[in-house]
């Protein structure tokens, strides 16, 4: 990346996520995103749409793109915002602009940087503790953040993990390196195993986790996560599952009380959801390990049939 100019950034899979990620990065670099074609029709005609914490604003910097074919050849950064079941799509479409290049995921579960990894040499991981949505064609809701965006080296070349948080942190955006980027990973699916099906099966915002006949659920849900994490060697910033739980309900879940998760919108518009890469992944490692994950493994199932009987039956 050459010093005196704006940094290049391609956010890949630009929904609730990238576009609003895209919008602040504006500010500092050049931004494609690379999204389906009503978000980029919009965005060309009127500008990408933000509302809510991030600003209110109209950006007209952000460029959209559809296909590879429209990425100019000076692209310093990657960023993966796409869900996680198409990580590996979405990497093998832009395989030529990502191959040789940093690229980073934002994306929430276990597993998308080891799928980037098999493109380029440099990944980071990444977690961002915010709620965002999609309004509309190019429009995007940002409600409530609870945590700095987290950026580690998880393989190659470090400078590049200094070069982009810098980048983030002169958009404005608060940003924290994250030494131990595995255990970051775990430490933000807790949060999504603990509330993202629950808040999808049940149609409620995150606040419902807290609820007297919903809790014991969760706390199911994180003590058997904890297990199969200790299992894995996983050094989770908090020394007990209690010490977590004490966390979840004290700060997390008022902080995202009144806002639905990203599984919740999966659900209701007939996606597929990320639940392998999250409570799915922790039943099958538990198995792997000989630790039972009867809450993980149940409320799997229940989202996997309803992501394929939208209409309940
Ligand atoms: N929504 C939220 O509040 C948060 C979401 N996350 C995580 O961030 C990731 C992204 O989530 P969202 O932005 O909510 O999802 P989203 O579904 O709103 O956005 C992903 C976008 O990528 C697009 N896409 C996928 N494959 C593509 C392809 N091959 N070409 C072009 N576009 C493609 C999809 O059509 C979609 O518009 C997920 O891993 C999610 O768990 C993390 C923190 C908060
Ligand atoms: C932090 C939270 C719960 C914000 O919505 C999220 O990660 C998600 O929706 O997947």
Not at 125 to 144: C, E, I, Y
Not at 215 to 225: S, Y
Not at 244 to 268: E, K, N
Not at 284 to 292: N, Q, Y
Request: glycine share 10%; with cysteine.
């Amino acid at each position: 990346m050459e010093s005196l100019q704006r940094p290049v950034i391609l956010i890949l899979g630009a929904g609730a996520v990238g576009l609003a990620l895209a919008g602040r990065l504006a500010a500092a670099a050049s931004v494609y995103a690379a999204c389906r074609p009503v978000h980029a029709a919009a965005i060309r005609d009127r500008g990408l749409v933000m509302e809510g914490i991030w600003g209110d604003a109209t950006i007209r910097e952000v460029i959209p793109v559809t296909g590879p074919d429209e990425v100019p050849p000076a692209v310093d950064f990657v960023i993966v915002t796409a869900k996680g079941t198409g990580t590996r799509a979405i990497c093998a479409d832009y395989a030529g602009v990502i191959r040789g290049r940093p690229t980073a995921s934002l994306q929430n579960g276990i597993g998308n940087e080891d799928i980037i990894a098999e493109y380029t040499n440099t990944v980071i991981g990444g977690t961002v503790t915010t709620n965002f949505s999609v309004a509309g064609p190019g429009h995007v809701r940002v409600l409530s953040e609870s945590a700095p965006m987290r950026f580690g080296a998880w393989s190659g070349d470090g400078d590049a993990l200094r070069e982009l948080i810098g980048i983030v942190r002169s958009a404005g955006i608060p940003v924290e390196p994250e030494p131990d980027i595995r255990a970051g990973k775990w430490a933000k699916a807790l949060l999504n195993i603990a509330v993202n099906p629950i808040c999808a099966l049940l149609r409620a915002p995150v606040g419902v986790a807290a609820e007297k006949e919903i809790r014991g659920i969760v706390d199911g849900l994180i003590r058997e996560t904890f297990a199969v994490a200790g299992a894995e060697g996983v050094h989770l910033p908090w020394a007990t599952a209690d010490d977590y739980l004490a966390y979840l309900f004290g700060v997390q879940v008022p902080d995202f009380a009144t806002v639905y998760p990203s599984m919740y919108h999966d659900l209701r518009q007939a996606r597929r959801t990320e639940i392998d890469l999250l409570n799915g992944y922790v039943a099958d490692l538990g198995e792997r390990h000989g630790i039972a994950t009867p809450y993980n493994r149940c409320i799997a199932a229940l989202v996997r049939y309803a992501q394929t009987h939208p209409d309940g039956r």
